[in-house]
Structure formats: C-alpha cells, structure tokens
C-alpha cells in the first residue's frame, strides 16, 4: 500500500459518492410522474448497445499492436469468448475460459 | 409474497452468480495482491460497487493520492450508468421505498436483467426486481471476498486475471448483438471510441468518445428510430 489508511478510506469515500451521483442523476433530472422527454427515451434504448462496445475497446487500451507481443493474446482470447459464448452461452466457460487462456497466454507463452 | 419473489428470481440470477463470483474473484486477488486484505474487499464491494470501477479504483489505490484524479475518473469510467438510469425511469416507479437501493445497485449486468426479464405470473414485480439486484450484489461480495482471503493464503501470479472484465463486457456484446437485428448503435460505440483512442490517446479517450456517440446518435435518430419502429411491426 503507497496510500495511508485514511487515504484510502477517502479515495473510496470519492468513488462511492461519484458512482452513485452518475446512478441517481437521471432519477433527479426526470423525476417520477413527469413524462419523460422523447429524445431521452430514444437515448435510453440505443446507448446501451454503443456503451458496451466502448467498454470493449477500453480494456483494450493498454494493448500496444506496434510492441511485441502485438496485441496476440488480446486477440486469441476475445475470438474465444466470442466464439465460445456464441457456441455454448455458458457465462462461467466464457468468463472462466477466456480468463484462463489469456492468463496463459500471457504468463507461459508471450 | 417475498417469499415468492426470492424464489422466483433466484435462478434467473444464476448467469450473473457464475459471472459475478468470478469477475469477483479475480478482483479480491487482484486486490490482495497490493497488500489490500479482505476488510478492503467487503467495503469497495459494499460501498462502491460497480465491478469495472473497482478493477480501476485498484489502480487508483495504488497511485500517488489525488481525489480529483479519483473524482474525473470515475465520472468517465460510470458515464454510462446516466443511460441505464434513463432506460430504468419507468420501471423503478413502482419501487417505493425500494427506489433507493434499486438505483444505487444499477449495475451492468443487474441492467441487462432487468431490462430483458418479466417476473412469471402471479410474482409481485417489486420485489422480483429487487431480489435480483440484491442477490447480484450478494454475489459480488462474496467473489471479492474468497478471491481476497485465497490470494492471502495461496501465492500464484494473477497477471492476466483481470481479463475477467474484458471477457464479461465481450460477453454482454454478444448476448445484445444476437438480441437485435440493428447494429448500427454497437459498430459506432466501436469504431469512436478506436479513433479517439487512435487521436487523443489513452488519457482523455473515453471523454471524447462518449461526445463523439452522443453526437452521432443524436444525428442518426431519425434513421435508428425507424428502424426501431421496423422491429416493433415485424415483432407486432
């Protein structure tokens, strides 16, 4: 631990208190009873799908395709995920799997 | 009744039990691996809980202090829960006083199960919801936990375990892709955010690509709403 225990203790305090505000903000915004602009409800059915696709490419973000090993375990183990959960729809052979391969991949192999 | 609701939402829980004990596994060791032991775990899960913020708060525990940094990061990390919030504005009415812990608990998979389950004949939908979002967070916690205490005990190399997030947000990819026969929404929160990442680098990245959606959904709804409406007849 580089932090002290109180730092610590703030720097949950902060993010707790952050990831709520961005929970209950539309709640404040749109209070129950009152109808819900449309635009907003067109937001709230096609945002979900772009969102996930940005959080994909989040964890990707540290992976380098110019330094070795070029993005290869990345790639290995997001086609089997894909390809396993499309065959199987096994959230723990997808999850538990593709964390295996990779930790593999990464660890024995590259 | 409550008794009912439990019973009735505890297997269509069960996804998220696999995936929320092994996501939350991966985090306690993680965690305990930076000298964090399980008191840390039952907290992080308890207070903040919301799994790839917690993956992050990892880095941020283990960075020079700086609540401002923790304070941006986090907003852009959960942006996206403002959009969960915006599609649960009509379902949460009927929480009562319930209300709270159901936003409070809105997480990405708690989300994609309220959105794509009905509770069976007969089941009081408050509390099904609720059981739903309380038996997730249940399941978070105690991943964390024994992930925690085993990294204690047993010592093994965890790098690479926090591709469980990867795999879980690839996962609920796939599950709303096969969902919808419209893929424009998914391809554009793709391919902005690898330009942004491409032009503004690692940094301000996700910033930018939120901007960047937004816009282009907000351009796009015309088309995307037709589409939307197409679905609705074909389905009708």
């Given at each position: 631990m580089i932090l002290t225990t109180s730092q610590a203790l703030l720097t949950i305090a902060v993010i707790a208190a952050a990831t709520i505000l961005t929970r209950v903000l539309p709640f404040v915004i749109f209070p129950g009873g009152k109808k819900t602009p449309k635009f907003i409800t067109y937001l709230g059915t096609v945002l979900p799908f772009a969102i996930i696709g940005m959080l994909i490419i989040y964890c990707f973000k540290s992976v380098s395709v110019i330094v070795r090993p070029h993005g290869i375990p990345e790639l290995i183990a997001g086609v089997f995920v894909v390809a396993i959960h499309k065959w199987k729809h096994n959230l723990l052979l997808s999850i538990g799997g593709g964390t295996l391969l990779y930790m593999i991949l990464v660890q024995a192999i590259f | 009744m409550r008794r009912k609701a439990f019973k009735a939402a505890l297997p269509y829980t069960l996804p998220v039990f696999m995936g929320y004990l092994f996501l939350g596994i991966a985090f306690g060791v993680l965690l305990s691996s930076k000298g964090y032991h399980a008191g840390w775990a039952l907290l992080m899960s308890t207070t903040i809980y919301a799994g790839s913020m917690q993956f992050v708060a990892i880095d941020l525990l283990t960075s020079p202090f700086n609540l401002i940094n923790a304070l941006i990061v986090t907003l852009t990390v959960n942006a996206r829960h403002l959009f969960y919030g915006l599609s649960m504005l009509d379902k949460f009415?009927?929480?009562?006083?319930?209300k709270p812990y159901m936003i409070f608990s809105l997480t990405d998979e708690t989300y994609s199960l309220l959105c794509s389950t009905e509770p069976p004949e007969g089941i009081n939908k408050k509390w099904f919801m609720f059981f739903v979002a309380i038996l997730d967070q249940s399941y978070w916690i105690l991943g964390g936990l024994i992930g925690n205490i085993a990294g204690t005990v047993f010592t093994f190399?965890?790098?690479?375990?926090?591709f469980a997030m990867t795999a879980l947000f690839i996962v609920i990819f796939v599950e709303q892709w096969e969902g919808t026969k419209h893929h424009i929404p998914a391809l554009l929160g793709l391919g902005i955010t690898v330009i942004c990442l491409v032009v503004f680098g690692t940094e301000n990245f996700i910033i930018f690509s939120m901007i960047g959606i937004f816009l282009c959904l907000t351009l796009l709804r015309s088309r995307l709403e037709t589409d939307n409406l197409k679905v609705k007849e074909e389905t009708a």
């Open positions: - | 009415k009927i929480s009562g006083k319930l190399d965890p790098t690479g375990i926090d």
